[in-house]
């Protein structure tokens, strides 16, 4: 019995022990084994069961459509969790882009294809980076809670917070999914700290400071996915009924998948609508914004969002975000380069290209290549708009002045070195705030116009709209250097009929003869009847106002019509009297033209031997002005003379000295031409082999530069 006893308290002695180390082993884990579960005293209660793995992703949508080289990237790159060859090494990428790209959709959309590949669960948050930006210790206490840590028990610091969540998340695969973050702080202390997880962000900005992380700049949508989306939303047959009223839809839309789906939606609900309706809708784009919206999706508001999240105040020799942002909604260019932006505002350079890359990391304007940025087309609908609404008329009107300045002394520097011997446009010293470029050479001057041929299109649209129609008519003929080098007819036209309108309200006679002869040298090409009207009336003017030095390049001008329209009888008396006139003004360079017209004019009529006599006189002429481009043309008119003679190795060295000419400035269209009449010497030549080969290389220019009426006239001649 006393054995029993002894071992009776031995057993509960032990028990008491294991009790009291239950309890410190178990202190602060509630819920977790160790602790008794019951009353005090009592057998311990039941274990719970542990978290069920968080499935947080939002919902997918069932007509995701286009994206497909970004969803198997991104599930590429998330793909690699674990794989990284560090253990700590997360892998994080971040899809950005301004508002509506759709960037919230993609990665819900990639996410749901990785689920599976995450088996422990995934964790989700809007971060509302763009609005109102969520504390991250408040995402932390979140997660920590869905990852099963009793709320009582989250650390107050949110650097223990993140020191937990890392815990918790060690070892385990799971993917994290950010939305619409602000900056790198933001997300920093939400990312794992284990090689088996992946993060996925997306964000307006660029977040810079995310050191590792792989970037994914969302665009818009290609013109077939465009398509596809708009098909599915509003209904695929309704859209292919009308293919030209859903190609002006899909224009106005611009790519952007928000604005597709709002345009797709407001179709589908209005079923007395078709889509030349809502094209005709779309088409102003004063109202476009306004018509881009349906239930609580709105495009406009998805801009004001990154617009509101600007910093207000510029920097002491700096420019406000903000307004560089409403400032660049004036200008109506595809794109602005960094000095004509510096203009716009007033500003530096270094000034400029601060608050410009401001902008471009807010995803609120491009950046295609250094020192040149872009509007999305409806960011800059947008951009107007906030221009309109909040710019005073006098500063838009100051702004789009000095730019339109900076535009046509630039332009007429690089005149000065495409052309030398044409005449100038007198113009006044610029503005102290604009600072028009230089050019050091032929080069230098033709690259830049060329990089600006759509913005001098735009240029002299918008002087004339602001009224600026003395920069209106100045402009167009300040380029014509430009555009008669490249053969840009089509530009040519365009802004010459513009200025002429423009010198025609300022009742500016000298400028209206001068746009007409212009214009008229552009007509030729295709419409010689309009083109020897226009030099006609130019003519008269310059006689009108005894400008004899403009009365002789009209008289040439008529001349050289009448050539064009194979009148060779009227175009030898014209140009006679203007050989006239330009040798009692004391200009060579006329002087020249009025030879070389004389002369294709005799050669025309079978006059040879006067041809040769006077296209020698010009080219004599040309080449101590050193103008090439004029010596290049006296040299093929003065081949085609000698080959009228059958002077077939006199007429071979001019065309071989006419090209080597165009080669040498860069003269795309006059090598074509240079090409085709050597071919035909060849020819003559009896060098069949070598004319087609000449021939085949003169086609291939002029289709590179969409010249279809004479590459028809090659391609003939090659079969």
């Not at 109202?287 to 919206?293: F, I, P, S, T, Y």
């Not at 950046?367 to 906030?386: G, N």
């Not at 020698?616 to 000698?642: C, N, T």
């Amino acid at each position: 019995l006393q054995q029993l006893y002894q071992d009776i308290l031995n057993a509960d002695a032990a028990s008491a022990a294991a009790g009291r180390a239950g309890q410190v082993a178990g202190a602060g884990q509630p819920g977790e084994p160790g602790r008794a579960g019951g009353a005090p005293g009592g057998p311990p209660g039941p274990v719970p069961p542990p978290p069920p793995a968080p499935a947080q992703l939002p919902a997918d949508i069932p007509d995701f459509t286009g994206r497909a080289g970004q969803v198997d990237e991104l599930c590429g790159l998330l793909s690699a969790a674990g794989e990284q060859g560090s253990p700590g090494a997360v892998p994080v990428v971040l899809v950005m882009g301004s508002g509506g790209l759709g960037k919230t959709t993609l990665a819900v959309h990639a996410a749901h294809l990785l689920a599976e590949r995450f088996a422990d669960g995934q964790l989700y948050a809007s971060l509302l980076g763009a609005t109102e930006p969520v504390d991250p210790g408040e995402i932390l206490a979140r997660f920590l809670r869905d990852l099963g840590m009793d709320g009582a028990q989250i650390p107050v610091e949110p650097e223990e917070r993140a020191a937990q969540y890392r815990t918790r998340l060690a070892g385990k695969q799971m993917l994290v999914v950010l939305d619409d973050a602000r900056d790198a702080a933001q997300v920093q202390p939400l990312l794992p700290g284990s090689a088996s997880c992946a993060v996925l962000i997306s964000s307006r900005g660029r977040l810079p400071e995310l050191a590792g992380g792989r970037l994914m700049d969302l665009d818009v949508l290609p013109q077939a996915e465009a398509r596809a989306l708009f098909e599915r939303v509003a209904g695929q047959e309704r859209v292919r009924a009308e293919p030209a009223a859903t190609q002006e839809v899909l224009t106005a839309c611009a790519g952007l998948p928000l604005a597709i789906r709002i345009a797709g939606a407001r179709l589908a609900s209005r079923g007395g609508w078709n889509v030349r309706t809502l094209a005709g809708r779309l088409s102003d784009e004063r109202r476009r914004l306004d018509e881009l919206r349906v239930g609580n999706l709105a495009v406009r508001a998805s801009f004001e969002v990154s617009f509101a999240s600007l910093a207000g105040a510029a920097g002491a020799d700096g420019v406000a975000p903000a307004h560089a942002f409403r400032m660049l909604g004036v200008w109506i260019g595809p794109s602005v380069s960094l000095p004509a932006a510096a203009a716009l505002l007033g500003v530096g350079e270094e000034a400029a290209e601060e608050v410009l890359e401001v902008l471009v990391d807010a995803h609120l304007l491009d950046s295609p290549e250094p020192d040149r940025y872009r509007f999305h087309d409806l960011l800059r609908v947008y951009a107007a708009d906030r221009a309109q609404a909040q710019e005073s008329e006098q500063d838009r009107r100051e702004a789009v002045t000095r730019l339109l300045t900076w535009y046509l002394h630039t332009t007429e520097a690089a005149a000065r070195i495409i052309s030398p011997q044409h005449s100038r446009v007198a113009l006044e010293p610029p503005p102290d705030t604009v600072h028009p470029l230089d050019f050091a050479s032929l080069d230098d001057a033709l690259a830049w116009c060329e990089d600006e041929r759509a913005g001098l299109v735009a240029a002299t649209r918008l002087a004339a709209e602001y009224g600026l129609h003395e920069i209106a008519w100045k402009l167009p003929a300040a380029a014509i250097s430009f555009f008669m080098r490249r053969s840009h007819w089509a530009e040519w036209m365009t802004t010459h009929q513009t200025g002429l309108a423009s010198a025609r309200v300022r009742d500016d006679r000298e400028a209206e003869a001068r746009t007409l002869n212009n214009l008229g040298i552009a007509l030729g090409q295709q419409r010689l009847d309009e083109s020897v009207s226009c030099f006609e009336q130019a003519l008269a003017l310059y006689r009108e106002l005894g400008d004899t030095g403009g009365e002789g390049r009209a008289a040439t001008n008529v001349a050289n019509a009448y050539f064009d329209l194979q009148r060779f009888d009227e175009a030898l008396v014209a140009a006679e009297r203007s050989l006239v006139i330009q040798r009692a003004a004391g200009k060579r360079y006329g002087e020249g033209i009025a030879l070389g017209i004389l002369g294709g004019a005799c050669r025309e009529l079978g006059r040879f031997g006067e041809a040769i006599q006077r296209l020698q006189e010009a080219l004599v002429i040309f080449r101590q002005l050193e103008d090439r481009d004029s010596e290049a043309d006296a040299l093929g008119d003065l081949g085609d003379a000698y080959l009228g003679t059958d002077r077939v190795a006199d007429a071979v060295t001019c065309y071989q000295q006419s090209l080597a000419i165009r080669r040498d400035i860069g003269d795309l269209h006059g090598q074509a031409a240079a090409l085709r009449r050597l071919s035909r010497a060849r020819q003559q030549a009896g060098e069949a082999g070598e004319a087609r080969r000449l021939l085949s290389e003169a086609l291939r220019l002029f289709e590179e530069l969409g010249d279809h009426a004479q590459a028809v006239e090659v391609r003939s001649s090659l079969i």
